[in-house]
């Protein structure tokens, strides 16, 4: 079973508007760390923001959030008033702790491509 | 402070050869992990070296290998090259082995390997 769910290939949003990037997760592990990354065309993996699953408000990072929702084993990333250089690929991952089975890994999911429209 | 550099950053091999490539990691950081990103597969944990050893080690054959040193810079070698093992080769650095469930990691920009 895929530990890390994106189910959207692909999004566009216009510019200066809100988008929603969803994540969905399986663990059975009480203690794991969810990622989420960009991925521009240049190839580097750029870290946007982190959610521990122990973490009680949901993290916020400049125009990222996340929206964790820990019962829907959720974590959809929130990009505020999109700009043209958001136009990249986005990864959510995940990291178990010592009862997951992934030894401490990054496990990725599939990723969504986000076109921003001017 | 430096990033992760990667070198070279785009290669060509033909079937059958073998390649290294190298990852330096932000300085004071000892661990180095590896990843291969492909169309198809996506993003796949290869290895991981903390302190000149390897301690984790993802589902690919024996012809992947790694090995970091004492300045734990890693390097990273396929033999007998596939077509299949044309991908994106992303390394991570991080402070600490992938025991914390936090634990930042920071990639490099790749090396493109295609393999004819």
């Known amino acids: 079973a895929q530990k890390i769910t994106q189910t959207q290939p692909g999004m566009f949003v216009q510019e200066k508007e809100a988008v929603t990037l969803d994540c969905t997760y399986d663990?059975?592990?009480?203690?794991?760390?969810l990622f989420w990354y960009k991925q521009p065309s240049s190839g580097e993996m750029i870290f946007l923001i982190y959610?521990?699953?122990?973490?009680?408000q949901n993290a916020t990072e400049g125009r990222y959030s996340l929206n964790f929702q820990k019962a829907r084993k959720s974590a959809n990333l929130v990009i505020s008033a999109s700009q043209l250089g958001d136009s990249a690929m986005y990864f959510c991952?995940?990291?178990?702790?010592?009862?997951?089975?992934?030894?401490?890994?990054?496990?990725f999911g599939k990723g969504t491509k986000l076109s921003v429209k001017p | 402070k430096a990033g992760v550099t990667q070198t070279p950053r785009y290669l060509i091999k033909t079937r059958g050869q073998q390649v290294t490539l190298s990852c330096s990691p932000i300085?004071?950081?000892?661990?180095v992990s590896w990843y291969q990103q492909t169309p198809g597969q996506g993003l796949q944990f290869l290895f991981e070296?903390?302190?000149?050893?390897?301690?984790n080690k993802g589902n690919f054959p024996g012809r992947f290998s790694g090995r970091q040193f004492s300045n734990s810079r890693s390097e990273m070698n396929v033999s007998t090259l596939e077509l299949g093992d044309s991908a994106l080769y992303l390394c991570?650095?991080?402070?600490?082995?992938?025991?914390?469930?936090?634990?930042?990691?920071?990639f490099g920009p790749g090396t493109r390997l295609t393999v004819l």
């Open positions: 991570a650095s991080s402070l600490l082995s992938g025991t914390s469930v936090y634990n930042e990691q920071f």
């Open positions: 070296y903390f302190s000149e050893t390897q301690r």
């Open positions: 663990t059975s592990d009480p203690s794991y760390g």
């Open positions: 959610q521990g699953s122990y973490d009680q």
């Open positions: 300085s004071g950081h000892r661990s």
């Open positions: 991952a995940m990291r178990e702790g010592h009862y997951g089975g992934s030894q401490g890994n990054l496990i």
